[in-house]
């Protein structure tokens, strides 16, 4: 006994043990310190790195050569001609400024000599004047090829990530896609604005240290090394001291309630209640209220946290700043003092001329350091987008699955078997269970109608037959294979769902209903006669542009100057843009069903899952639908959502009735009107209302 209970001690010691992963993400939030800070009706928290800073650059510099190698891949591939051209116009504005002060000073001495001795030195000066012009037509011939070449790679390089992101975008299965942390803001421009934000800081790198060695060069004789550095002491004091956001990883929230409520009240003034505004005369309503919340703001700052985190608290650095900024010219004043003969009036204007160019292509690097930093922070934010981890693990089998002895002929609907399933929404903060212990056979090729109340589980269940989630514990089997060995995209490619919450898409009426079966999304014979069975084809010939009607179009167009000028002529050229069409919910629900009628014409469809489809149909419209799922049922497994207990459900082969996330009961029509539970209760009260 004594030894039985030393072992299971020990194993369940071994069980508590930390695993390495885990032991890394405790040293991990070990190195991290979370800080707090409120900013007007902001909250946010910041977490900061407990290494060095040395050990935070290093690490950073240490990440960003793989991000260049691959940006810098991925750029050349899209146009390399472009982008050699932009790499050499942007390497001679690196030298270009240098080259200017140079031959500036050196034509300044020329003249000064001759104003001293009276001989001008013709030759020299008329050298180096056309020199300096020779420069400035090949600055501005350089300058005018870099912002073309600019303009155009931006433009390449856009389009680029743009279909990149894209296809990450459409590449994540639903649990995924409703991640907080799967949201990302980043988008194509803003890979571009990285890219050029990189190469500005190697630009004034070069630039820098090419102005830098004149500057030296020029000091020799009066300044020395000690006004060089006297010329770069303000850019680094300002560069150390600067705070900076971007390279934070924080997140805050607006946790000022009367912010929040206005924020509320301006959205719906200017959301999608325009007619419940008008018909319940809220204007009146949601102007008082906004001024109330206005007025308890006051005082409050609601400015952003970004603007306001690099604010100084006191003048104190501003002041240091302004002061070593002068030190160059204290320094020639004093020098002058001490050695008159070392300076001339051309040597003084030379020298102040170029600690104002050097101070500030320093800054601008310096400035453009942290740009640098945000632009490495960016490109691997891009990349991290177009890099999609998925919750639902991909399988390895294809569907249909066709055993070795046996050929599938197409005729067979999917199987499913679940086992104590239960299943909770991603971030939901309900107590319960969405699903809880649910098994269930279901034979291929049945008819099975759910019902019961509103949040009993029935739309859940269908989502999870359908692999859009995976369920949080228990096992389903499709046609005997566990779901989660199949590839996704042949389940999803084998389901057809027709649900009320199915979207109309802001194209043609015909490729709404087209891209139920994208491969022949182009047949209009084939796209007709989906729209007769899904009953939208009388409704759409009354429309002026039939099938190729266009919803919910993309329109970008702005007016300056119009707004109640109704007068002026360009104000009924503007009323003659398209205007958005609308149709009526029934409408759309047609269009959504002949969107799954041309869906089943791929021949591949086994299940077919419809979730309250007809909730704007009228009881013909939805007797007419349903009868015409059940004329293409042959080869399918159809599982039906309804809260309207008809025909359908005296029909079905299996009916289940859900309550609280549990199968409360399932068998046919007569089994539970027999049983006189859950389903007969919900059955009666309907039937009584006809009857009365």
């Known amino acids: 006994m004594t030894q039985n209970g030393t072992v299971s001690a020990a194993s369940e010691k071994a069980e508590n043990a930390p695993t390495e992963k885990e032991k890394e993400k405790e040293k991990k939030r070990d190195d991290i310190n979370i800080e707090e800070m409120q900013f007007g009706v902001w909250?946010?928290?910041?977490?900061?790195?407990?290494?060095?800073?040395?050990?935070?650059?290093?690490?950073?510099?240490?990440?960003?050569?793989?991000?260049?190698?691959?940006?810098?891949?991925?750029?050349?591939?899209?146009?390399?001609?472009?982008?050699?051209?932009?790499?050499?116009?942007?390497?001679?504005?690196?030298?270009?400024?240098?080259?200017?002060?140079?031959?500036?000073?050196?034509l300044l001495r020329k003249i000064e000599a001759g104003v001293i001795s009276g001989v001008p030195d013709v030759r020299g000066i008329v050298t180096s004047v056309m020199l300096q012009l020779v420069c400035s037509a090949v600055v501005s011939y350089m300058s005018w090829h870099s912002q073309r070449a600019l303009q155009e790679l931006e433009t390449e390089v856009r389009r680029y990530f743009e279909l990149h992101l894209m296809k990450a975008k459409l590449s994540k299965d639903l649990p995924t896609s409703q991640e907080a942390s799967s949201s990302s803001d980043i988008s194509a421009f803003q890979a571009w604005r990285a890219f050029a934000d990189v190469i500005?800081?190697?630009?004034?790198?070069?630039?820098?240290?090419?102005?830098?060695?004149?500057?030296?060069?020029?000091?020799?004789?009066?300044?020395?090394p000690l006004f060089a550095l006297l010329c770069i002491i303000k850019p680094i004091f300002s560069a150390m001291t600067f705070r900076a956001w971007w390279d934070k990883v924080c997140f805050g929230f607006a946790s000022n309630e009367d912010y929040r409520r206005m924020m509320s009240l301006e959205n719906l003034a200017n959301g999608g209640f325009r007619q419940d505004i008008i018909s319940h005369n809220l204007g009146a309503w949601i102007i008082?209220?906004?001024?109330?919340?206005?007025?308890?703001?006051?005082?409050?700052?609601?400015?952003?946290?970004?603007?306001?985190?690099?604010?100084?608290?006191?003048?104190?650095?501003?002041?240091?700043?302004?002061?070593?900024?002068?030190?160059?010219?204290?320094?020639?004043?004093?020098?002058?003092?001490?050695?008159?003969?070392?300076?001339?009036?051309?040597?003084?204007?030379?020298?102040?001329?170029?600690?104002?160019t050097l101070r500030y292509s320093l800054e601008t690097i310096l400035s453009s350091t942290e740009d640098f930093r945000g632009g490495v922070h960016s490109i691997r934010r891009m990349y991290e987008a177009t890099e999609i981890m998925n919750l639902m693990k991909d399988g390895h089998l294809p569907y249909p699955q066709i055993d070795d002895n046996e050929e599938w002929n197409g005729e067979r609907g999917m199987s499913f078997e679940l086992k104590d399933i239960t299943f909770a929404y991603p971030g939901s903060e309900k107590t319960t269970m969405a699903l809880n212990g649910i098994s269930i056979n279901i034979k291929a090729g049945q008819l099975v109608v759910i019902v019961g109340a509103n949040g009993s589980g029935k739309s859940t269940l269908i989502r999870i037959l359908s692999r859009l989630y995976d369920s949080t514990s228990g096992s389903i089997l499709i046609d005997g294979h566990p779901s989660k060995d199949y590839h996704v995209e042949d389940l999803h490619r084998a389901t057809a769902i027709l649900s009320q919450e199915s979207d109309i898409y802001p194209l043609t009426l015909a490729e709404n209903i087209g891209l139920g079966c994208p491969e022949r999304s182009n047949d209009m014979a084939l796209i007709e006669e989906a729209a007769r069975d899904g009953g939208a084809a009388e409704f759409m010939s009354k429309l002026k542009d039939g099938v190729q009607t266009t919803l919910n179009s993309y329109h970008s167009y702005f007016h300056n100057n119009l707004h109640g000028n109704r007068d002026h002529p360009l104000y009924e050229e503007m009323e003659k843009m398209k205007k958005k069409i609308d149709i009526s919910g029934g409408e759309r629900q047609r269009i959504v069903a002949a969107r799954s009628f041309m869906r089943f014409k791929s021949g591949r469809v086994k299940f077919v899952a419809v979730d309250e489809p007809s909730s704007a149909l009228d009881a013909e419209?939805?007797?007419?639908?349903?009868?015409?799922?059940?004329?293409?049922?042959?080869?399918?497994?159809?599982?039906?959502?309804?809260?309207?207990?008809?025909?359908?459900?005296?029909?079905?082969?299996?009916?289940?009735?859900?309550?609280?996330?549990?199968?409360?009961?399932?068998?046919?029509?007569?089994?539970?009107?027999?049983?006189?539970?859950?389903?007969?209760?919900?059955?009666?009260?309907?039937?009584?209302?006809f009857i009365e």
């Not at 500005?200 to 020395?224: C, D, N, P, W, Y």
């Open 43 to 106: 909250t946010f928290k910041v977490a900061s790195s407990a290494k060095s800073a040395l050990e935070v650059y290093r690490s950073e510099i240490k990440m960003a050569y793989p991000l260049f190698l691959r940006l810098f891949t991925d750029i050349y591939s899209v146009s390399p001609t472009l982008f050699i051209v932009f790499l050499a116009c942007k390497l001679w504005d690196g030298i270009e400024e240098a080259l200017v002060m140079h031959l500036s000073s050196s």
């Open 200 to 224: 500005s800081f190697f630009t004034e790198m070069f630039k820098t240290a090419s102005q830098l060695a004149l500057i030296v060069h020029l000091s020799r004789e009066s300044g020395g």
């Open 288 to 356: 008082q209220e906004y001024q109330k919340a206005r007025k308890a703001l006051s005082g409050i700052s609601d400015e952003s946290f970004y603007s306001v985190y690099s604010r100084r608290e006191t003048p104190t650095y501003d002041v240091i700043a302004k002061v070593l900024g002068e030190l160059p010219v204290a320094y020639c004043a004093l020098a002058m003092i001490f050695k008159p003969l070392a300076f001339s009036v051309a040597s003084i204007s030379i020298l102040q001329q170029s600690a104002l």
């Open 621 to 689: 419209g939805e007797l007419q639908l349903f009868n015409r799922l059940l004329d293409v049922r042959k080869g399918k497994t159809m599982v039906f959502v309804t809260h309207r207990f008809g025909h359908l459900t005296k029909h079905a082969d299996l009916l289940i009735c859900m309550k609280d996330g549990l199968i409360a009961e399932s068998g046919t029509h007569q089994e539970l009107m027999e049983r006189k539970g859950e389903y007969a209760k919900l059955y009666d009260i309907q039937a009584k209302a």
